[in-house]
């Protein structure tokens, strides 16, 4: 199985990047994940030609092939970073390779709520017309008080949030192998008509 991992934020120093290299090593027999940055992409702008810079354009390629879509989100002022917004903006106005893509999402945050709030927000960003990514239900991982949960070989220490990753990953795994039968079963997958213009 082909993962992409996007690490939402475009701090130097995230424990949402550590989270997802954890992901990436703890599971690399059950499917290949590659990680994706998003630190040095544009802000968007809504270009009138509706094409996708080239940094976007090569993460666009890069679901486009994936089979499934790991987002790990901080939340700051209650909601997602402006540049994982920014991305969002871009592949909804540009490429749409989210459109029936499986994703999960997962998020780490300094406090005790582990970026709940961020999470919910952005299920409901990925449900917009332009999005509508295949979101894992009733699925969240939280990690909370981030900073103390990684030891210095980037492991998770507590072994109970391990075995909820665990469970949540592989409830992923399955969701993407369904989903995915179903999308290529099915002979009418919704697309949406590239007319947004949030105006």
């Not at 709520?113 to 295949?134: F, M, Y």
């Not at 981030?146 to 492991?155: I, K, T």
């Not at 795994?173 to 179903?182: A, G, M, S, Y």
Request: charged content about 25%.
């Amino acid at each position: 199985m082909k993962l992409i991992g996007i690490v939402g934020t475009n701090s130097n120093q995230s424990t949402n990047r550590q989270l997802l290299q954890y992901i990436q090593k703890h599971f690399n027999s059950q499917a290949d994940i590659e990680l994706c940055e998003i630190k040095d992409l544009p802000a968007f702008n809504e270009p009138k030609e509706r094409i996708a810079p080239k940094g976007i354009q090569e993460i666009s390629d890069k679901i486009l092939a994936a089979d499934g879509v790991i987002i790990s989100t901080p939340e700051y002022d209650h909601t997602i970073t402006a540049a994982l917004k920014s991305l969002l903006e871009w592949l909804s106005y540009t490429t749409q390779p989210l459109l029936n893509k499986p994703v999960l999402i997962t998020g780490a945050s300094l406090g005790s709520l582990g970026s709940s709030r961020a999470q919910a927000h952005l299920r409901q960003i990925l449900d917009a017309p332009e999005l509508k990514a295949r979101i894992m239900p009733s699925s969240e991982f939280l990690l909370g008080r981030s900073s103390q949960a990684f030891d210095e070989e980037g492991n998770l220490k507590d072994q109970t949030k391990v075995e909820e990753l665990e469970e949540v990953f592989e409830e992923f795994v399955e969701f993407v192998e369904i989903t995915n039968k179903l999308l290529e079963s099915s002979s009418k997958i919704r697309k949406s008509q590239m007319s947004f213009t949030w105006k």
